[in-house]
């Protein structure tokens, strides 16, 4: 994974400019990320990957709660600690990198197609989580070509073409304009 440098304008959070930050610097300013392609430390069991979120968090103090919060939202990993990340399903690793992700409490969480590649059962099951995660009081920025999670889990959608905004809606509005829904949504 690489990290793109911004090219112009500037990335702000809480009034402070984080545009030329590293990445461990901005986790430290309550970000945090959930990537595409699912990174984990494949030979690491399931617990040693926790554990390094939490050791990068606070020095491994509240891995207690962590691990409660962990089981709570995701209870297949709690089943499978001593695992290592090769061995888990696809639907998973994506549980390991979200679970991962909140080990160091961010603020704001970035998700990016949490969905791509799963099957049915754990595309529920990562919809349902986004929906806790958010009732706990995270904030989220999710990229996700699955319209109807999307609309589901966000209050905004902004509906992107070779990345230009071409349409913004509040999700419960989104499937009531005919034009947006056939160019859009194939409806």
Not at 80 to 103: D, H, P
Request: proline share 4%.
């Amino acid at each position: 994974m690489a990290v793109v440098r911004a090219r112009r304008g500037r990335i702000t959070w809480n009034g402070a400019d984080i545009t030329a930050l590293p990445p461990y610097r901005i986790v430290q300013l309550g970000i945090g990320y959930v990537p595409e392609e699912r990174r984990i430390f494949a030979n690491l069991t399931v617990y040693e990957n926790l554990k390094m979120a939490r050791l990068a968090a606070d020095g491994g103090r509240r891995m207690e709660a962590y691990l409660a919060r962990v089981f709570d939202l995701f209870p297949p990993l709690g089943e499978r600690l001593s695992n290592r990340g090769k061995t888990l399903s696809g639907g998973e690793q994506q549980m390991l990198t979200m679970a991962r992700s909140l080990g160091t409490d961010p603020k704001l969480l970035l998700i990016d197609e949490p969905t791509e590649g799963l099957m049915p059962a754990f595309v529920g099951a990562i919809s349902r989580t986004i929906g806790e995660i958010q009732r706990q009081g995270v904030a989220m920025l999710l990229v996700e070509q699955n319209t109807r999670l999307a609309r589901e889990a966000t209050q905004r959608v902004y509906l992107i073409e070779k990345g230009v905004i071409k349409h913004e809606a509040r999700s419960s509005d989104l499937a009531s304009d005919a034009a947006t829904r056939h160019r859009y949504l194939g409806v």
